[in-house]
């Protein structure tokens, strides 16, 4: 008789912050096709203050409510789109908070996935690139393969998260169903 996995929360960050982000439509087309596994839990970076170290010893409320949010899930996948070649600022931003103060590094050990889409031909590439620099150093496993850079047409994800095509919906089911068996390899 087999059992089902345990459901593990996966904390889900959305490096844009437009609202017709084609990163937040990924984000819902992955979640769609999600294992029943995973949790989602979608954790906002929009309403964080910008880094300031003056604000360390009393952390002001939405950096806590954001380390919390971390906290409590069992691995992090981060959706990111690429600003000239490198991490959109709002995500880095959330990165540097979760890693302060020294010593109470969010990050540490959470097991990460990074993926992420693009109108440009690279689709995000550059950006996971720089963004698995600076998980290595805070000490986040980070999922190696399988990659996603997806080059996003605006036919590739309906608004809600669909998948019409049904080599993308493999590829984006393959990624998912990978980023659970990490998530669980770390929290077993
Ligand atoms: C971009 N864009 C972009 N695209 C890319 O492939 N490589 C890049 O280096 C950049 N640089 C860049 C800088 C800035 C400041 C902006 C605002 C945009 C275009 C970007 O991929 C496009 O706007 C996406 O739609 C952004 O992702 P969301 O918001 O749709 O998720």
């Keep these: 008789m087999s059992t089902a996995p345990p459901v593990r929360r996966l904390g889900v960050i959305v490096g844009s912050l ?4 084609f990163n937040r439509r990924l984000a819902l087309a992955l979640q769609r096709l999600a294992p029943p596994s995973l949790q989602w839990q979608p954790i906002a970076v929009g309403d964080l ?3 300031n170290q003056d604000h360390e010893s009393a ?3 939405p950096v806590q409510a954001f380390k919390q949010a971390l906290a409590a899930c069992d691995g992090l996948l981060l959706v990111t789109p ?3 070649r490198s991490i959109p ?3 880095k931003n959330a990165i540097d908070w979760a890693s302060r103060p020294k010593g109470q590094n969010s ?3 959470k097991p990460c996935a990074i993926c992420g889409t693009s109108p440009g031909q690279l689709g995000s590439a550059a950006a996971q690139q720089h963004l698995r620099n600076v998980l290595s150093v805070l000490n986040a496993p980070t999922m190696s393969q399988p990659e996603l850079f997806l080059h996003f047409t605006p036919e590739l994800i309906a608004e809600d998260g669909s998948v019409a095509n049904d080599a993308t919906r493999q590829v984006l089911e393959r990624y998912i169903a990978a980023v659970a068996a990490w998530v669980e390899r770390w929290a077993a």
Excluded: D, F, V
């Design 18 to 21: 437009r609202q017709a982000s």
């Design 49 to 51: 203050p910008l880094i």
């Design 59 to 61: 952390l002001p409320a």
């Design 82 to 84: 690429e600003y000239n």
């Design 89 to 91: 600022a709002p995500l």
């Design 107 to 109: 990050l540490g050990g």
